[in-house]
C-alpha cells in the first residue's frame, strides 16, 4: 500500500533570493500520524507546507496525497481537500465563529448547524458560535482556526506555526487539546514549529529541517537521544560536546572511557553528546571541572562547568545542591545516555 | 492600460515642457512672469510654515497631553476640513472689508475716518489657507505621535533632555517624515487653489492659466503655465521625498504617547484649550454662523439664487457619476496590482495617481489637449475614410469633466481602496481557497463584504471633492453646466458675499460628511 502522503525531490527558490528555501526535500506520513517540521526560522519549514497546501507552486519535485499527483496535476488549492491552521489563524473578521467553521461546508440543510455545532463542541469552545473572531481570546480563535481546518472531512490538516499567538501559560494545555482533537477526529496532520516542546507534546514522528533540508526523523526520542548531528542535537534541547577518539576498548574523552562500539578506525576523532540528565557534578577540591555559573530551573539547577582543557559542559542537579562560584567538582558521566556523532 | 488613460493628461501638459514656446515665454516674462513666480513662491513658503506651525503643535497637544476637552478637540480640531478654503477665504473678505460689518461697526464706534488695512494682502491669505489647511499634517502628526512610545521620551529624560529639548530633539524628529508628507499635502493644495487666491486678487499660476485660457483664448499660453504647475508640484513632492530620505521609523509595540498622556499644569493647562478653540473659531466656527446667517439674510430678502435647486442636482449627480467611475477605476487598478505585482503595473499605477499633485487647472488643460486630438484625429481620419468629417466634439461635453475628476481624483479613490485592500491579510485569500472557494468565490464571499466599508469612505471623499473643485469645473464644464462651486465664484467674484452664503453652505454641510466619516474611522480602528 502506498503511503498516505508522499513527498519527493521537492524544490522550491523563491524569485530574487540566492538559495533555494527548498532543496531536494522527501518524507512520506502514514495516515493518522501527526509529523512535526522542526527547526529555526527561514529553514524552509513554512514552505514546505504551502507548497503541499498549494499556495506556493514548487520547481521540481512530486507531491502524491493516497496516490494523487498534487503538482503534475496541477491541482488548486480548494480541490486538494487539504484543511490549513495559519500562523494568524486568518479567521473571517466578518463572519461569526459558526460562520467560518461552516466556510468550508457544501451542505445546506438542517444537519448544518448541527455538524457545527458538534464540531465546535469538540474543539471546546461550544458556547461561543455567535460570537465573532474579536470578542474572542486568542487560545478560543486558535480553536476556531483547528474547527474550521477539520469540518470539511480533510483529511491531511497542515498547522503553520499554531500556537505563536497564544501566551505561554495556555499553550501546553493547548497543545495536548490539539493533538486530543487531530486524534479523536482520525485527521493526519504535519506541524510547523520552531519550539521544541510543541515537537514533544505533539509528535508522533518529528522532522528536524535545516537549510531547505530534513536533516533527521523519527520519532522524538530517537532523534532526541540519538541526533546525526550537532545543529539536530541543540535544537533538540541543551546539550554539551566533548571531544573523543575511538580505542580498542571504546571511545576515550576526558571524562572516561565509553564502552561502546563506535566504528571506525583506531584513533578517529569523535565527538560525545551528552545531555544536562546525564552529567552529575560533586564538589572534590581534586576534582577535574571548576563551576562558571548556574540556571536555576525551578525543578531542576543546571550547573556551568569548565575542563581543564577548556571544554564547558552543563551539568543538571538538584535544586538543594549549592555549589559556589569557582569550585572545584569532579563530574560524572553517563554514557549509557551518551551519543557519538561523526566530526 | 487603464492607467495608461488617466495618465495621458499629465503627460500632454508635461509634453509642452519638451517644445517650449519661446514667443509665449518671452511675452510672459516681460509683462507678469515675475510677479507669478514670486507669488506663488511666497504663498507656498507661507502657507508650509503656517501648516506646518498649527498642525504640529496641535497634534502635540491632542495626542500626548491631558487638559480639559482633549477628547472633544481631538475629532473637532478636524472640522475646518470640511471649509473649501475659497468659502473661508470670501467669508474673511466679506467681513473684514471697508464695507464689511466689522470695519462698518468699528467705524461707528470710532468715528468715520478710521480704516482697516485692506484684508485682500499676501498674510491674510496665508493665514486663512493655513486655517482651512492644518488639519493634513495636524492628521499625519497626531497619528505619528501617539504611535511613538513613551521610552524614548523618557529615556531621553533620563539622559538629562529637558521636556521641551526632548520633544525637540526625539519626538519631533521621529514625526518628521509624517509632518512633512502633511505639509506636502497642504502646499499642494495651496498650489492649486483658485478660488481663494482670485477673491483676494492675489495672481498665481492657476488664476494665471485661467485668465489666459478665458481672457484670451489661447491654449498654448495656458499648456505652458500648466507645465510650469506640474513641475512646481512635482518639485512640493521631491522636496518631500528628499526629507524624508531613508527614514523609516515603525514603532508600533509598547507603551504609546496616548496610553501615557502628561497632564498639563499651572498655565498650560488653559492655555492649550484656548489655542484649540481660536483656530476652531477662525478655521471653522466663525465663517460657518456668518455663512448661516448670510444666508438667511439672503433668504429674507430673496436674494437666494432661484436655479439653487438645479444647481444643488448638477453637483450632486456629477459627484455622484465621477465619484462611482473613480472608485471603479481604483478597484480595477487596486486588484491588478495585486493578482499580477509587475513592476510596469505598479509604475502605471503611480503616474495614473500622480493627478492629486497636480492642480486641477493643469488636469482641466491637460484632457483638453488629449481630448482635442482626439477630436482632430477622428475628424481628419474620417475625412479621409468616409470622405465626409465626423465631428464628435468630446471637448466641452460633460465626458471631458468626468474624465478630468478621474485624473484629479483617482489618487485619493485608489489610496482609500488599496489600503482596504491591504488590510485584507492575504492568509484569509488562502484559508478561504483552502476552504474550497475558487478565486472568484474569495471576492466575493471574503473581500466584498469586507471591502464595502472602504469604497463607501472612497465613495464620499471622492464625490466631495468633485462637489468642492473649482478650477477645473470652470475651465471646461459644458456651456451652461453650472455648479455650487461654479455659482460661488461667480458670486464672489462680483463680491456679492451674501449671495455667495446659501451654495456654499450647502458645500460645508456637504463637506462635514466625510469628516465625520474620519472621526469614526478613527475611534473603531477596523478589525
Known amino acids: 500500500m502506498p503511503p498516505f502522503l508522499s513527498v519527493t525531490g521537492l524544490v522550491k527558490q523563491y524569485r530574487g533570493s540566492t538559495h533555494p528555501a527548498v532543496q531536494d526535500l522527501s518524507f512520506t506520513l502514514d495516515e493518522g500520524e501527526i509529523l512535526v517540521l522542526l527547526g529555526s526560522s527561514g529553514c524552509g519549514k513554512s514552505t514546505t507546507l504551502r507548497l503541499i497546501a498549494g499556495f506556493e507552486r514548487p520547481d521540481a519535485g512530486q507531491i502524491l496525497l493516497r496516490g494523487r499527483d498534487l503538482v503534475a496535476g496541477k491541482v488548486p488549492p480548494e480541490r486538494r481537500g487539504i484543511g490549513f491552521v495559519f500562523q494568524d489563524l486568518a479567521l473571517f473578521p466578518h463572519l461569526t465563529v459558526s460562520a467560518n467553521v461552516g466556510f468550508g461546508l457544501n451542505t445546506h440543510n438542517a444537519q448544518r448547524a448541527d455538524q457545527i455545532q458538534s464540531l465546535l463542541r469538540q474543539c471546546g469552545v461550544g458556547r461561543l458560535g455567535d460570537r465573532y473572531p474579536h470578542e474572542i481570546s486568542g487560545g478560543e480563535q486558535q480553536r476556531v482556526a483547528l474547527a474550521r481546518a477539520i469540518a470539511p472531512a480533510n483529511a491531511l490538516i497542515l498547522l503553520d506555526e499554531p500556537l505563536s499567538n497564544v501566551d505561554a501559560e495556555n499553550r501546553s494545555a493547548l497543545r495536548q487539546e490539539i493533538r486530543r482533537i487531530l486524534k479523536q477526529a482520525g485527521r493526519t496532520a504535519i506541524v510547523v514549529t520552531h519550539d521544541r516542546e510543541e515537537a514533544f507534546d505533539l509528535a508522533d514522528r518529528v522532522a528536524v529541517m535545516n537549510e531547505g533540508r530534513i536533516e533527521q526523523a523519527g520519532p522524538v526520542e530517537e532523534v532526541y537521544h540519538r541526533p546525526v548531528s550537532r545543529t539536530v542535537a541543540t535544537f533538540l534541547g541543551p546539550a554539551s560536546f566533548l571531544r573523543g577518539t575511538v580505542s580498542s576498548e571504546g571511545v576515550v574523552c576526558e571524562l572516561g572511557v565509553l564502552s561502546v562500539e563506535a566504528g571506525g578506525e583506531i584513533g578517529r576523532p569523535v565527538e560525545i553528546l551528552l545531555r544536562p540528565q546525564a552529567l552529575s557534578v560533586t564538589p572534590d577540591p581534586n576534582g577535574i571541572g571548576t563551576i562558571l555559573g548556574q540556571t536555576f530551573r525551578g525543578a531542576s539547577r543546571v550547573y556551568h562547568v569548565r575542563l581543564a582543557s577548556g571544554t564547558e559542559l552543563r551539568c543538571a542537579a538538584r535544586p538543594s545542591v549549592h555549589l559556589a562560584l569557582n569550585q572545584r567538582v569532579s563530574i560524572h558521566a553517563d554514557f549509557e545516555q551518551a551519543a557519538i556523532l561523526p566530526l | ?527
Open chain 2, 1 to 527: 492600460m487603464l492607467a495608461l488613460v488617466v495618465a495621458a493628461p499629465i503627460v500632454a501638459v508635461g509634453a509642452n515642457l519638451l517644445e517650449p514656446r519661446w514667443d509665449v515665454w518671452a511675452h510672459l516674462a516681460s509683462t507678469v512672469l515675475g510677479e507669478l513666480a514670486l507669488n506663488t513662491l511666497w504663498l507656498l513658503l507661507g502657507v508650509g510654515a503656517g501648516t506646518a506651525l498649527l498642525g504640529t503643535g496641535l497634534a502635540w497637544l491632542v495626542a500626548t497631553t491631558e487638559f480639559p476637552g482633549r477628547r472633544f478637540f481631538d475629532w473637532a480640531l478636524l472640522l475646518p476640513m470640511a471649509m473649501p478654503a475659497y468659502v473661508v477665504g470670501f467669508v474673511v473678505v466679506g467681513l473684514l472689508d471697508y464695507a464689511g460689518p466689522i470695519q462698518t461697526g468699528l467705524r461707528e464706534l470710532l468715528g468715520p475716518t478710521f480704516q482697516l488695512p485692506d484684508p485682500r494682502s499676501l498674510p491674510m491669505l496665508v493665514i486663512v489657507m493655513s486655517l482651512v489647511l492644518y488639519p493634513y499634517p495636524y492628521l499625519l502628526a497626531r497619528t505619528a505621535f501617539a504611535e511613538q512610545t513613551v521610552d524614548h521620551m523618557e529615556a531621553a529624560r533620563a539622559l538629562g533632555a529637558s521636556p521641551w529639548s526632548a520633544f525637540r530633539r526625539v519626538a519631533l524628529p521621529l514625526a518628521r517624515p509624517a509632518i512633512v508628507a502633511g505639509v506636502a499635502l497642504a502646499m499642494l493644495e495651496a498650489l492649486g487653489d483658485f478660488g481663494t487666491v482670485s477673491t483676494f486678487g492675489y495672481r498665481t499660476f492657476t488664476t494665471a492659466i485661467y485668465r489666459v485660457w478665458f481672457g484670451m483664448f489661447d491654449r498654448e499660453a495656458a499648456g505652458q503655465l500648466a507645465a510650469v504647475l506640474v513641475v512646481l508640484a512635482a518639485l512640493v513632492l521631491l522636496t518631500e521625498r528628499l526629507a524624508r530620505g531613508r527614514a523609516r521609523f515603525a514603532q508600533t509595540h509598547g507603551r504609546t504617547m496616548t496610553t501615557h498622556l502628561r497632564s498639563l499644569r499651572g498655565r498650560a493647562r488653559w492655555l492649550a484649550p484656548l489655542a484649540c478653540i481660536g483656530v476652531l473659531l477662525a478655521g471653522f466656527v466663525v465663517p460657518a454662523l456668518t455663512l448661516i446667517r448670510w444666508t438667511l439674510e439672503a433668504q429674507a430678502s430673496g436674494r437666494v439664487a432661484d436655479n439653487l435647486g438645479s444647481l444643488a442636482w448638477n453637483s450632486i449627480w456629477l459627484a455622484t457619476v465621477a465619484a462611482v467611475l473613480v472608485v471603479l477605476a481604483a478597484v480595477v487598478l487596486v486588484y491588478g496590482i495585486r493578482l499580477f505585482p509587475t513592476w510596469g503595473l505598479r509604475a502605471a499605477a503611480r503616474v495614473a495617481t500622480l493627478g492629486y499633485a497636480v492642480p486641477g487647472s493643469v488636469a482641466a488643460v491637460g484632457v483638453l489637449l488629449v481630448l482635442a486630438a482626439i477630436d482632430q484625429a477622428t475628424a481628419s481620419v474620417s475625412q479621409r475614410l468616409l470622405g465626409r468629417t465626423i465631428e464628435i466634439f468630446l471637448v466641452g461635453s460633460w465626458i471631458s469633466l468626468l474624465f478630468a475628476y478621474l485624473v484629479r481624483f483617482l489618487a485619493p479613490g485608489f489610496q482609500t481602496v488599496e489600503a482596504g485592500v491591504g488590510r485584507i491579510r492575504p492568509s484569509l485569500d488562502e484559508a478561504a481557497r483552502g476552504l474550497g472557494r475558487s478565486p472568484n468565490g474569495v471576492f466575493k464571499e471574503i473581500h466584498a463584504p469586507l471591502l464595502r466599508g472602504s469604497l463607501l469612505t472612497a465613495l464620499v471623499l471622492v464625490g466631495l471633492d468633485v462637489m468642492k473643485e473649482m478650477p477645473a469645473t470652470l475651465l471646461i464644464r459644458p456651456f451652461g453646466m453650472d455648479t455650487l462651486a461654479v455659482e460661488i465664484w461667480q458670486r464672489t467674484t462680483e463680491s456679492l458675499w451674501v449671495e455667495a452664503a446659501p451654495p456654499a453652505l450647502a458645500i460645508v454641510v456637504a463637506g462635514l460628511v466625510p469628516v465625520a466619516l474620519l472621526t469614526r474611522l478613527r475611534r473603531h480602528p477596523t478589525v
